[in-house]
């Protein structure tokens, strides 16, 4: 199975049953698979005439309380980005799969990570996050989509998949989890008051400053709670490690090539992976660093996620970067490289 | 042959590239191996390349983007002019001779030249060249167990598509021919690649 | 002498001068192949051709010549 | 004993509109509450307020609510009702809102047929933001950012709405208002509950358009700003039925497109 | 002595096109790039390239070119004419970028008057990006996201582009034309003759719809597709000229807008 | 003169005469002034269908090598992001003004900055940065403009002038600078080639990844020389400041005050306002934490510059974050506060 | 007895409903400022209202109930 | 007088509030002072209150919003209820007393009513009580030269709107009236608010 595929199956298992998509590579399978399956899972699929009106329908029926998905590449989630700070605003679930491809501008269709801060800092405008979760192979696509639709309507917060474009292209082996069949109650939702309660509102105007403010400072609140107890992450051979590379999604599975064959020749590197991206696995990364003598952070962008890894390890020991960019995947054998030579300086430095 | 292998698998749009790396993969799937099948993909395809990379291996896949391939399978002479230089020393390349006509010169290297596209048309076959060099692939590498890559086959020719069977059958058979036209009726797997 | 050159950098050999030829005096030469794997389009019959420019009017690819 | 032959209608709250005194706003709202009172369906409508002056209109409507971003209340009303297929969904929209940056989503409804209402307030301007040019507003008229008047070779013609949407296959109801007189507001009345009958009936998209007053950025007094609205915008924006497929004999969208493509595929070249 | 009588056209690049083979965009380019041959203007033109198979035209064209955003393109062109006014400003779309997330820029572009040329090429899917469905594919169509047919009461009606913008004040010619065999290029030639040549006259916004091919994605080979184009396409798009502002007897459309204005105040309720 | 309207007279003075907006509180009489001023100019004052369409004429007109520029506030940026992405994909300079107010969502009109995220990091998808200038008065929001036309030439980048509600509606004296006359000339510019040069091509498309991994790197390379060469900000009583406070734009008008009061009253305070918000003024600040035992941010989000100033200050002294949100304007006195929380925390902690 | 009571918590003072009121009895009270600063709508003669309600389907604000 | 003062004037949108308040800033700038004006802006003007906040100063001016004013100028009763208890002690209000009825009760600052809306009407000056307000604002702590202020006046009111500009002055010197109703020619003032 694909993985895009993967997603949209897992998202359909998941209770989605809206799904408003535009077409872009590389995804387009994934909206492809929601077409052939949707009507005959009873849901709704529908082509929206762009993304900005895909995701204001993922508003619209997530307002009218249903599991609702859309899903772009690069360039269609910047537009995307009123939109989603809207459901931000208005306290709205929902889940955003974004296949990221090279950039800036039209960029080109090659897998990338160069969205890492429009995901994790500002995906729109104002005082808001996403929760950000990162597959790295085409059971986590199923697995983390599937998780999002529970974060998202635990937490009132859209939901961001980040992937790229060789996780959503390549086909892997995957386990499918069991259809969801209880879902969380959703007295704000929009459904017609039927005379029985007062009329519900779905909202992110506060004209009042100070109530806009305490919204603000709510959401931040629940934020701090999502802090607390959802980072994840994957340790790999981090235990004794030296050199702790860190890595997401395609760029760690070549990183864990990397580290293997790093271990083969003597250098004690690991690889922490993150899986939240939002919050930012910082427990497990300051851990690691009170062990480690350097942190490499590999990413396929111009160094993005290193701003993090840096915040976190807060001059402790040095942070190095390692990057490729518009859509090149770093291989295994320049990542090892780049290892060896932090290993060689740090004997370097110990002399 | 090693516990983990990488294939390229190169032509133009349109030569049956992705369904045979499908074979290999699900294959690899019936008989319990991590695996992963990556297309190149956009709109570059058209008309210009295609390929894909495939892996096989015991262990968790790393880059499933093959870039030094053990295995390559070339079906237009670009792809093979493209691609050759990367091929591992050591590493065999299946060719479509119809489609080139300039033959690798490296010898680090075991080049199987076979004439598919030609077999498939005189075979009535067309469009199933890949499937015979998947068949040759098989017999000079056995990667699988050929009842699997059968099973493969069964799987992967779409229910609608069913009529298509016999002839993917076919192809894979003239595939797994040896030189004196012979079919190999059971393919000496190397020991980490058997299976039950 | 009215006759067609095919540009073989070109053509893509997807047979719609074929089609349109009124002359039926263009085929796709099966023995050739172009490096992007075509089979270019050839005049079969130079004295059939009237040079009416129909094949280039619909080539795509504007990879016919017309000589009158 | 007297009895009360005219109230405020149930389906309105008890806020206080935060329109201008005199703004037409306040009387296309009653005629919407008085539409959902009448047809019992306050407790299964769901509306939808846009970006612009009637964005405090979910503070309004004793119906479910949803704000909805600058433009895009077509999109959002249209998964609104594919989600509550059952329910009733409108959209009350600006001229900007409606015909400038939402353009895309308002003819894309439109074609696609949603079975949803339309509620378009013609101003011809921005209100909320203080009065700037708007796709709808005249040839010459002085606004904001036309402040030498709408100079139609820089800043274009006015896009009539309903003459334009009334094309698409997707549109069942097409009609043009006004509420200068009792009688107009009457009969935008009717045009209203029109429309939200052929939703429940699903007929197809529907929109009616309200020819309105913007006292304040006009700079007129509210009854010279009816006055303006009667010698200026009503014979640029007619009222009258653009499209009305049940008028036209058939019972939706589908049906009437389908003999339209049957018709053109007779008729050949145009 | 034997002559060249037809040749490529010195407006196009040497580089080979990017379609796959027997795709009608690159008639239409060829028949652009003669337009600009004929009227000597490839050194004044500007072109404006979009998202979508025509993406890399900015290779093809020989004027200077732009590449713009999906759907985007009549703001780019609009804005290159407002900066180049001497300047010939053309936008190449396909139906998705066009009618589809470029809606409303068409439209606000058209209702403008902006003094540019769009070539809408109508193929009835999103090529590029693997044959999905678009705001044009017909009903019952099969693409990649409606499996099962497009499903009218599910995702709507198709839109037919030039009949939607002639309804607009702005627009001076909107013609619909096709290239499915010899007579139809060179009719198609000389509609996009005379958008250009009605641009450089300054009569306002034009248009030529393009009704074309997709044999990949449509899975036909290139001369069933035009064969498909005739059956299916052209009665549900019958080519014809929708709006000429000229032949209606008027200089541009400011004149003609101005006339129509007169007509509807006249004229009262539709 | 209004802050919006200076920001507009300037723009003109620059060379400006491509104006593209889109109503939206509180910057529309930047957009009113450019309407009545540009026909005069000569220039071009077009509304356009929405903040969308702006960009991208934003993005013709500066093809065409001319000075364009286009306005909005938060909720219209965020729909700018993909323009601006293709702005700096495609190398085209240009100015993009944002006025500021409280998000996320519709939010309020009240002034914020809490869009700084979006304007240092993440405007739109893949990797890339504008320049960001913050002006502090009205006096700045007519000087900075001025000089993002001549740096975004210089550099063939977009640059921002992130201001606020506040910021714009104020009024305050002015000296307007001499109308520039001189400009650099664009060989790359669209504007047909008259058969006298090959044909200029504007594109950020680039479907080989090697060659869109150059284009990065080459951009990448002039960041670097902006970060080198373009750090402004302005110092504030640091010198022997104990505590150092970092605020931009509005909030270091208050801030201001706030120091004032805290020399008042002892206490050995200071204020860096970053000028430049990207490249941040990594150097001044560096600096100041050397001598600092504190840093405070003051901002008007739920904390976002922090990041920046953290990863500076990269652990050498305490950080502390001090922040109103949803429109609200800190006041001197809470600011104040804060500071002496700080100063009595540094006293407690010498002891 | 017809009449009509304007809600002043209501009413702006816009004027619409004393425009047209066709029997003229109603006029903006300028003795009374509401809270939001207007002279509100009073009837001035209860005996002259025929409860038409003209007044009450012109009023913006919903502000006036027609009795009869 | 302090170096430094801060304004606040307050009441419905349209009763000329902005304006009074630039005139403040004009006479500011023209004695060559810091000053800022900043009105409230936005949606909620409409139907409800305006305000602005206005500060000349001798130094740069920190925040240009008033919160906690020397000065409040209130033109009706909710304004006047919502700001009374954020001006500081020792500071001075002047109310439109015939758009406020009931008075504040602080007795820690200096109340000066003035039926500003009522003189206006008598006077045929409609629309122009905030002038008068600023007028005896001006009288009772003298922010500038009242010859400074007529300045102000002059450029303040526009060319097209020139046969305002006597009914403006009227205005302001109906405010400046003392209470015996004579008008006070020269304005005592405070040192550090001297010009030339
Ligand atoms: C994305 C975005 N752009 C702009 C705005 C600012 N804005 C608020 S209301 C409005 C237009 C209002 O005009 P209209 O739709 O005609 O409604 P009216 O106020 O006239 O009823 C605009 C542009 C916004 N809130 N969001
Ligand atoms: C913002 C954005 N959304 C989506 C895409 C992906 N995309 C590329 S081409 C295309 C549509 C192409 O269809 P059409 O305009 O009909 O042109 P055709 O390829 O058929 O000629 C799309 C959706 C994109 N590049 N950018
Ligand atoms: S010019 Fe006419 S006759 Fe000659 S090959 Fe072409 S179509 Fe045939
Ligand atoms: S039409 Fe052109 S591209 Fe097609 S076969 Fe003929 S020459 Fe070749
Ligand atoms: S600004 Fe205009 S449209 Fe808005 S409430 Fe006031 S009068 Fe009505
Ligand atoms: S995909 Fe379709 S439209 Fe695109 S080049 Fe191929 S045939 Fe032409
Ligand atoms: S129409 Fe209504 S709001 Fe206006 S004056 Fe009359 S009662 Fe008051
Ligand atoms: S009900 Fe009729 S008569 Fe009575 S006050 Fe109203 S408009 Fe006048
Ligand atoms: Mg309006
Ligand atoms: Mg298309």
């Known amino acids: 199975m694909k993985g895009n595929e993967a997603l949209a199956e897992a998202a359909i298992r998941a ?74 605003g208005a306290d709205l679930p929902g889940v955003i799969i974004n296949v990221q491809r090279g950039g800036p501008g039209l960029g080109g269709i090659q897998p990338s990570q160069s969205d890492y801060f429009q995901a994790t800092r500002a995906t729109g405008h104002g005082d808001f996050h996403l929760i950000v979760l990162a597959p790295s192979t085409v059971q986590e696509m199923t697995d983390y989509v599937f998780r999002a639709f529970d974060l998202a309507d635990e937490y009132r917060t859209p939901v961001m998949i980040l992937a790229d474009g060789m996780l959503g292209q390549m086909m892997e082996p995957v386990v499918l989890p069991e259809p969801k069949t209880e879902f969380p109650a959703k007295p704000w939702a929009v459904t017609g008051h039927k005379g029985q309660r007062t009329h519900n509102i779905v909202n992110s105007l506060h004209l009042k400053p100070e109530r806009l403010e305490e919204t603000n400072v709510e959401r931040y609140q629940r934020y701090d709670r999502i802090k607390a107890t959802e980072q994840l992450a994957e340790e790999y051979r981090v235990e004794d490690a030296e050199i702790v590379v860190v890595a997401f999604g395609a760029s760690s599975r070549i990183v864990r090539s990397a580290v293997n064959k790093a271990r083969e020749k003597g250098i004690k590197a690991g690889l922490i992976r993150p899986i939240t991206l939002w919050p930012f696995p910082a427990d497990a990364i300051s851990a690691a660093t009170d062990r480690a003598k350097a942190i490499l952070t590999v990413e396929m962008n111009m160094g993005q996620m290193v701003d993090d890894v840096r915040l976190v390890v807060c001059g402790r020991v040095p942070v190095e970067f390692f990057g490729r960019a518009g859509g090149i995947i770093p291989t295994p054998a320049e990542t090892l490289a780049v290892i060896e030579r932090i290993a060689a300086s740090l004997e370097g430095g110990a002399r | 042959m090693a516990a983990s292998l990488n294939m390229l698998l190169a032509g133009f749009g349109g030569q049956g590239i992705l369904f045979a790396g499908k074979l290999i993969a699900y294959a690899g799937l019936i008989e319990g191996r991590e695996l992963s099948w990556l297309p190149s993909y956009g709109p570059e395809m058209r008309g210009g390349t295609a390929n894909c990379s495939v892996c096989l291996s015991d262990e968790p896949i790393g880059s ?36 080139c006509q300039r033959l690798p010169e490296r010898d680090d290297v075991d080049i199987f030249p076979v004439p598919a596209t030609q077999l498939a048309e005189d075979n009535g076959l067309k469009g199933l060249a890949s499937v015979i060099l998947i068949g040759k692939l098989l017999r000079e590498i056995g990667f699988c167990d050929p009842r699997t890559l059968d099973e493969a086959i069964v799987k992967s020719v779409p229910p609608k598509k069913a009529h298509l069977l016999p002839k993917n059958r076919k192809a894979f058979e003239i595939g797994m021919l040896n030189e004196d036209g012979e079919s190999v009726p059971v393919c000496s797997l190397p020991e980490d690649w058997s299976v039950e | 002498m009215p006759r067609i050159i095919v540009d073989g950098r070109y053509c893509k050999g997807c047979g719609l001068c074929v089609d349109v030829c009124p002359s039926k005096c263009i085929v796709l030469d099966p023995d050739t192949i172009t490096d992007k794997g075509y089979h270019p389009a050839m005049l079969t019959d130079e004295s059939l051709c009237t040079g009416c420019a129909s094949c280039a009017i619909m080539c795509p690819d504007v990879a016919i010549t017309v000589e009158r | 004993m007297s009895k009360i032959v005219f109230e405020r209608p149930h389906s309105l709250t008890d806020a206080q509109f935060s329109y201008c005194p005199g703004c037409t706003h306040g009387i296309v709202h009653r005629l919407v509450a008085e539409t959902m009172d009448e047809l019992g369906i306050e407790g299964t409508t769901v509306g939808v307020a846009p970006v612009g002056c009637s964005v405090l209109a979910y503070e309004f409507f004793g119906c479910d609510m949803v704000q909805a971003a600058h433009g895009r209340a077509p999109a959002v009303a249209t998964a609104l009702k594919r989600a509550l297929p059952e329910n009733v969904v409108f959209a009350y929209q600006g001229d900007g809102d409606l015909a400038s940056i939402g353009m895309a989503e308002t003819v894309h409804a439109a074609t696609r047929g949603e079975k949803i209402t339309i509620i378009f307030i013609n101003n011809a301007i921005y209100g909320m933001t203080g009065g700037q040019l708007a796709p709808t507003s005249l040839p010459d008229q002085v606004t904001q950012t036309s402040p030498y008047g709408r100079d139609v070779n820089e800043a274009g013609f006015p896009i009539r709405v309903v003459e334009m949407l009334s094309t698409l296959d997707g549109v069942a109801l097409a009609q043009r208002v006004t509420v200068d007189t009792p009688k107009n507001v009457r009969a935008a009345k009717r045009a209203i509950k029109k429309a939200f009958e052929y939703q429940v009936e699903g007929v197809g998209y529907t929109i ?20 303006w609205l009667r010698d200026n915008m009503l014979p640029y924006y007619p009222p009258g039925v653009y499209k009305d497929v049940k008028a036209d004999g058939f019972a939706n969208v589908a049906e009437a497109a389908a003999a339209r493509a049957l018709e053109l595929a007779g008729g050949g070249e145009v």
């Not at chain 1, 709704?44 to 009218?64: K, R, T």
């Not at chain 2, 870039?67 to 691609?83: R, T, W």
């Not at chain 4, 009616?208 to 006055?227: F, M």
């Open chain 2, 64 to 99: 499933p983007l093959v870039l030094e391939p053990d295995v390559l399978v070339a079906m237009n002479q670009p792809s093979l002019d493209k691609f050759i230089d990367s091929v591992v020393p050591g590493g065999k390349v299946i060719i479509d001779s119809t489609m």
């Open chain 1, 15 to 88: 209770g989605c049953r809206f799904f408003f998509g535009y077409p872009i590579t590389p995804q387009t399978e994934l909206a492809a698979y929601m077409a052939k399956r949707m009507p005959k899972e009873g849901g709704v699929y529908l082509q929206a005439e762009s993304e900005i009106a895909a995701i204001n329908m993922v508003y619209g029926a997530s307002a009218a309380g249903k599991r609702a998905m859309t899903s772009s590449s690069s360039p269609g989630i910047s537009l995307k980005g009123e939109g989603i700070s809207y459901m931000a």
């Open chain 4, 208 to 227: 009616i358009e309200v020819v309105s007053t913007c006292p304040t950025n006009w700079g007129l007094s509210p009854v010279d700003a009816l006055q």
